[in-house]
């Protein structure tokens, strides 16, 4: 499976999602490196599929195209964060009848951040943000000091305007520090624990906080997912990688469930770290994903 390439400059208004790649990991903590390595290898990881989803959904209903790594700059992070930026505008300046839907491969999980910055500026409607995660990323300040990094991602989101806690669901953590439980106890994000999720029934699980987003009058959603979400059976190559995660299918029927909930409004994978990885299996299971995602979303389209 291989995807057009566009250039961004000439991209019009007829694709329904947009794939681009941010190969930058300056942001990142983890001493395990190479998350900007991952576009390269989630894109070379499709063409190991055919053609349908596992569900026979054809996903090349709607046009996809990928518009390749945009620039990025490991020491200038204003100037990173612009390049950033200025992709997903010139993105969601696209929008007419149909919804281009930018799918962005990380990357450290950083890149979230410019990300939901130019949504917020420029999307029409009210959103929510669906994060999967081991982690919940709400340092404030990286060993005191660092104020942007791939682990203070969300506690930088929280401070923009027109974002609100409530509007943030975070699914499959496990690896909570100090700082950031004295935060989430001072606030009412709860997050949905990898720990809940085994216990239960993930469908009812899911349902009723999707409802109660929905009930807060949200109807799309931004949908962030960290592939360290994954056990590390299913994802090694990550820069933090934390057992007890996920199981593939586990986050495969979330993904399915909250679009029947939801209109997905962008998407980005990240943290994936091929140099960590085995037999690239979790470029497979990252590429995997985002295919049967697309296929979700599409039949909703319908
Ligand atoms: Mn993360």
């Known amino acids: 499976m291989v995807f057009e390439k566009v250039d961004k400059y000439e991209l019009k208004d007829d694709s329904s999602f947009v794939i681009l790649g941010i190969p930058f990991e300056a942001t990142s903590t983890s001493p395990r490196a190479g998350a900007k390595e991952a576009p390269l290898a989630i894109r070379k990881a499709f063409n190991y599929f055919s053609l349908l989803t596992e569900l026979g959904i054809d996903i090349f209903q709607k046009?996809?195209?990928d518009i390749g790594d945009i620039?990025?700059?490991?020491?200038?992070?204003?100037?990173?964060?612009?390049?950033?930026?200025?992709?997903?505008?010139?993105?969601?300046?696209?929008r007419s009848d149909n919804l281009p839907i930018?799918?962005?491969?990380?990357?450290?999980?950083?890149?979230?951040?410019?990300?939901?910055?130019?949504f917020l500026q420029i999307f029409p409607h009210k959103f929510g943000i669906i994060i999967f995660d081991a982690h919940v990323d709400l340092y404030d300040k990286w060993l005191y000091k660092e104020k942007y990094a791939h682990c203070t991602v969300f506690h930088r989101i929280l401070e923009l305007q027109s974002i609100e806690k409530e509007d943030l669901?975070?699914?499959?953590?496990?690896?909570?520090?100090?700082?950031?439980?004295?935060f989430l106890k001072n606030t009412s994000i709860k997050p949905i624990s990898?720990?809940?999720?085994?216990?239960?029934?993930?469908?009812?699980?899911?349902?009723?906080?999707?409802?109660?987003?929905?009930?807060?009058?949200?109807?799309?959603?931004?949908?962030?997912?960290?592939?360290?979400?994954?056990d590390p059976i299913f994802a090694p190559g990550t820069g933090y990688p934390i057992p007890g995660g996920l199981t593939y299918r586990q986050l495969?029927?979330?993904?399915?469930?909250?679009?029947?909930?939801?209109?997905?409004?962008?998407?980005?994978?990240?943290?994936?770290?091929?140099?960590?990885?085995?037999?690239?299996?979790?470029?497979?299971?990252?590429?995997?994903?985002?295919?049967?995602?697309?296929?979700?979303?599409?039949?909703?389209?319908?």
């Open 252 to 302: 495969w029927k979330a993904l399915d469930l909250l679009t029947q909930y939801f209109q997905v409004i962008g998407i980005d994978l990240v943290e994936v770290c091929p140099p960590y990885d085995s037999s690239e299996i979790t470029s497979i299971t990252a590429a995997r994903l985002l295919m049967e995602f697309i296929g979700f979303i599409t039949e909703k389209m319908k």
């Open 194 to 230: 990898s720990h809940s999720i085994s216990q239960g029934d993930l469908k009812a699980l899911l349902s009723q906080r999707f409802q109660r987003l929905q009930r807060r009058g949200i109807d799309h959603v931004y949908v962030s997912i960290d592939i360290d979400v994954l």
């Open 71 to 94: 620039e990025v700059y490991p020491s200038l992070l204003e100037e990173t964060m612009t390049s950033i930026e200025e992709t997903i505008s010139l993105i969601l300046s696209l």
């Open 102 to 118: 930018p799918i962005t491969l990380g990357g450290d999980h950083f890149i979230t951040y410019p990300i939901i910055r130019k």
């Open 63 to 65: 046009k996809i195209v």
């Open 169 to 182: 669901l975070f699914i499959g953590t496990r690896d909570i520090d100090y700082e950031e439980a004295e």
